[in-house]
């Protein structure tokens, strides 16, 4: 019995590579305007590859995208004497862009049939806004790695979107683009783990995934398949 779902974000409803690129033109405009020194020391690739060795100089915070930005930021603005209130317009900035995303086609026809047969939860190592991107009515809890302390593939952030659903692991369905964050994370949660192969890509790891689909629009018949096979 599939009694809920949980469902990735990035990549899973929308692309993220481009909302990314999107987000860091957006905060470069904003540097420009606003901190030209910093601005003309950190153009887009080289901030890009400060924030790679931030992100490797703080492990202990990879579940925590928000405060990884605003440690980024504040290592680029401050030796130039911008302060906080221009980290913290650095980042709304850049966090309002991050939320511009394209959905793919199926997602919100997809999520309206979904949401209106099982309560699902939104499951993320990222930190995008519902609310922002304008699907959160669809989404009965909202999990994210920095509020878990957990990032996937870790069983304690799937055993959080249980919680937050009042469902047990077993029978809920997360579904998720990645095979090992999404798909054996899951499956090692004791959930039902659905991979998402938009890419038709061949599946890397040992095991098989609970489901596979191609899109978003073949979930709803896929679950009715599996539950009909499981019952």
Known sequence: MIRALSLDLDDTLWPIAPVIERAEQALDAWLHAHCPNAAAAWPVDSLRELRER???????????????????????LGPH??????????????FAARNRVDLY?????????????????????????????????HFVARVCARTSGAAKPDAAIF?????????????????????????RGAQRAGMVGVWLNRDAAPWPHA????????????????????IQRHH
């Open 54 to 76: 931030i992100w490797l100089a703080h492990p202990h915070l990879a579940h925590d995208f928000t405060e990884l930005r605003k440690l980024l930021l504040r290592a680029a």
């Open 105 to 137: 086609a199926d997602a919100v026809p997809a999520l309206q049939r979904l949401a209106a047969r099982w309560p699902i939860a939104s499951l993320t190592n990222g930190n995008a806004d519902l609310d922002r991107i304008g699907i959160g009515a």
């Open 207 to 226: 095991g098989e995934p609970d489901i596979e689909i191609a899109s978003l629009a073949e979930l709803e018949t896929a679950l009715d398949r599996f």
């Open 159 to 183: 055993a959080r979107a249980a919680a937050e659903l009042g469902v047990p692991a077993a029978q809920i369905a997360h579904v998720g683009d990645d095979p090992e964050l999404d798909v």
């Open 81 to 94: 004497g911008y302060g906080e209130a221009h980290v913290d317009g650095a980042f709304e900035v850049f």
